[in-house]
């Protein structure tokens, strides 16, 4: 493989200007492409097997065109303190913004909060729901300005009034706030890593590129394939990160190269086929963790995973070929002052001295056992909260105080309780009933005597009226765990009643759906764990050809992302340092951030193991003593490492900001994961269980030495050929 690298970062350096002008094609191309494109849905969450989603399938066969997709939204209206809603002057103010609303282009109806019973019993707070002909992605901007008016009317009569609903729902995806703040950052770190603005600005160019890239590609694809925002914003984080940090990766060993003595294109050449070798596996790693979230079964997670796959596989392209091609059109500019000035030097890298990265690789050399102690009980003690996850899918409840949906979310939960904002819903199927009335009459009597049901709606039937449906609301929040409880006890208690009515229902709703979404993707945790662990230790195995180098590359991987999960239970659940973070509301793990956070942080996890061991092994290889090598190669790779640590959390972490609960807890989750698997498992524990181990972290058993397939990631087929290809192209000379 390194052969090829080289052969195509040789061929990109000297054809630059035309891997730039395809890379400008296929940028033009998705752009225009793009630009009459649909853009990002906010399409209901499925989740095929589940009991909710049957009982929705059921709906749609038994009540045809009654489960509309028409977006919807609620203006809820409460009494100056003291008053009520029905008094004269409130009740005018409210059948006035009411009526206002009636008659718009996309509307299809607006309900009268005094004819359709939503006033509160204490007659403080009503509510009218609007809805419309189109999807919540469809509705012009002129009827949600319509009812933002209405809202404002009423306003000035005296009420509080606020809104929500899917009618209302920002467009979404990336604002460029988190990203320049990300930006920002990153040229920070490249800047005082390289010390030149030109080799800091490279990556940040080519990372752009291809964020360009993915992110016109998503919004193209968007609409057939149904991505939505989420989609979006997450492709930006994940293409952002790791397009700088593939980057910086090459320009750092293009530096080094030139030092050595090497020219220009030659340099490029060895970059691409050397560290391009580990960019091509750490791209790859992400990419099949991301691609195989798709075995969970969850279509949502399926599309995102393939999404955000696409834009880490578009960064690896642009690494291998956009650098070497810039580093053609200025092959000097990205070194330093004093390199370019001093000339070439021969033999030894440039920072062949004793740098930071030595002199740390010597400190844990020296007290290796107590630098692994205190880093494996570090991760313990920060994963113990882990234990206590638990996962939903938090709705307006998380957003901040700041918004509407949020008031109006409050507004109706202290009006009519805690439970009205998450119903249950129940479907009977009363085919086999002699009394089909009957049996739901019975159905609903028994799960309105149940604890914690404060109301039963009356119960509506089909056509054929065999069929019918009615909602049921907790005493408590959508999110409660007591609401959990609650679901399952009337699941479990179904028998006896079913029995006893003859006929058949299915608890489902929002709220049931994400109850039991929640399950299912916390029951495949361990296994998915297991999976990318154990795929791990089969890559490593064959790219290290060591038994024990990749069982504690495995573990290390294991032990940050559950010390990463064990923070986002503090925070995001538990609450602590809740309010640094801008966490107003605590609640439940968002249900696919863990697994989303495993396949991720997988690949990058190997992306560093690489980097930074592959030197190791290399000085190995090359006659150093087991603990010498590790000194050697701290100190080609501990600085870039750590840079590319340093870009990699200041990304993630921009995104906290974000309005959206996933979007928010992901970057927190990353930004924490990357932190403890970069500084502390890859430089703390990795260097010290090395020398533990001594000469017994390279052995490999023989007979799997011959059946296991060689990867030349450390470019050895290069060094044996003085740095060239060995059957190259044309001439290509090496300066040594």
Not at 148 to 153: E, L, Q, T, Y
Not at 187 to 200: E, I, P, Q
Not at 442 to 450: A, L, M
Not at 530 to 535: E, L, M, N, T
Request: charged share 20%.
């Amino acid at each position: 493989m390194a052969t090829f690298l080289y052969r195509l970062g040789c061929g990109a350096f000297r054809r630059r200007g035309w891997v730039v002008l395809v890379w400008l094609g296929v940028l033009a191309a998705v752009l225009v492409g793009a630009s009459g494109a649909s853009g990002p849905s906010d399409e209901e969450f499925s989740m095929p097997g589940i009991e909710s989603q049957k009982a929705f399938d059921l709906l749609e066969e038994r009540f045809p065109g009654a489960a509309a997709d028409g977006a919807t939204a609620r203006v809820v209206f409460v009494a100056p303190d003291g008053g009520t809603v029905t008094s004269d002057g409130p009740r005018e103010a409210v059948e006035n913004a009411v009526g206002s609303l009636r008659g718009g282009p996309q509307v299809a109806g607006v309900t009268d909060p005094f004819a359709s019973d939503a006033v509160s019993a204490d007659e403080t707070t009503a509510y009218a729901t609007v809805t419309y002909t189109v999807e919540s992605a469809d509705v012009t901007d002129a009827d949600r300005a319509a009812v933002d008016d209405a809202a404002d009317r009423a306003r000035a009569a005296g009420l509080t009034v606020e809104t929500g609903g899917s009618a209302m729902d920002g467009d979404g995806g990336p604002g460029g706030v988190a990203e320049a703040v990300g930006l920002a950052a990153a040229a920070v770190v490249l800047l005082v890593t390289f010390g030149s603005l030109a080799a800091a600005g490279l990556p940040l160019l080519t990372a752009v590129v291809g964020v360009a890239v993915s992110l016109l590609g998503i919004i193209l694809l968007a609409g057939p394939l149904g991505l939505s925002a989420d989609t979006l914003t997450l492709g930006m984080m994940l293409g952002l990160a790791v397009g700088i940090d593939y980057a910086l990766f090459v320009v750092s060993r293009y530096r080094e190269e030139r030092g050595r003595g090497r020219a220009p294109h030659d340099a490029a050449g060895m970059a691409v086929g050397t560290a391009g070798s580990a960019v091509v596996f750490a791209g790859v790693t992400v990419v099949i963790a991301l691609a195989g979230l798709s075995v969970v079964g969850i279509p949502t997670l399926t599309r995102m995973g393939l999404a955000a796959a696409g834009a880490v596989a578009v960064a690896v392209l642009v690494a291998l070929t956009v650098v070497p091609a810039l580093l053609g059109f200025w092959p000097d500019a990205v070194l330093a002052r004093r390199a370019r000035t001093a000339g070439p030097r021969g033999g030894t890298a440039v920072g062949g001295r004793g740098n930071l990265g030595t002199r740390w690789a010597r400190f844990v050399l020296r007290r290796p056992v107590a630098v692994l102690v205190l880093g494996v009980l570090g991760l313990g003690a920060l994963a113990l909260p882990t234990a206590s996850l638990r996962l939903g899918m938090p709705g307006d409840e998380a957003k901040s105080t700041a918004t509407t949906e949020r008031r109006a979310y409050d507004a109706l939960a202290e009006g009519f309780g805690p439970g009205f904002n998450g119903p249950l819903t129940i479907v009977v199927d009363a085919r086999g009933a002699a009394d089909p009335r009957g049996a739901v009459r019975t159905v609903g009597d028994r799960i309105g005597g149940t604890d914690g049901i404060v109301s039963v709606s009356e119960a509506d039937f089909n056509e054929a009226g065999d069929t019918a449906v009615f909602r049921a609301t907790p005493s408590t929040g959508p999110t409660d765990e007591k609401t959990k409880d609650l679901v399952e006890r009337i699941r479990r208690e179904r028998p006896a009643v079913e029995e006893r009515a003859s006929a058949t229902f299915e608890v489902t709703g929002t709220t049931a759906l994400n109850i039991d979404i929640a399950a299912k993707v916390q029951s495949a945790l361990v296994p998915y764990l297991a999976v990318v662990g154990g795929f791990a230790v089969v890559l490593l195995l064959v790219v290290f050809r060591s038994v024990l180098v990749p069982v504690k590359a495995a573990l290390g991987f294991v032990l940050s992302v559950l010390a990463a999960l064990g923070v986002l239970v503090l925070v995001f659940q538990q609450g602590h340092a809740a309010g640094l973070f801008g966490v107003e509301q605590t609640g439940p793990i968002m249900s696919l951030m863990p697994i989303f956070m495993m396949g991720i942080v997988f690949g990058l996890a190997m992306d560093y193991e690489v980097f930074l061991v592959s030197r190791v092994r290399e000085a190995y290889t090359h006659g150093e003593s087991a603990e010498q090598a590790v000194v050697s190669g701290f100190r080609h790779s501990a600085r870039v490492v750590t840079a590319a640590a340093l870009i990699m959390v200041a990304v993630f972490s921009g995104f906290i900001g974000e309005e959206g609960s996933l979007i928010k807890m992901l970057g927190f989750g990353l930004a924490a994961a990357v932190l403890f698997d970069a500084f502390v498992v890859r430089m703390a524990i990795v260097p010290a269980v090395l020398a533990l181990l001594g000469d017994r972290a390279w052995r490999l058993p023989a007979w799997l030495d011959r059946v296991l397939p060689r990867v030349d990631v450390e470019g050895e087929a290069l060094a044996r050929h003085g740095g060239r290809a060995p059957e190259p192209d044309g001439p290509v000379t090496a300066h040594v």
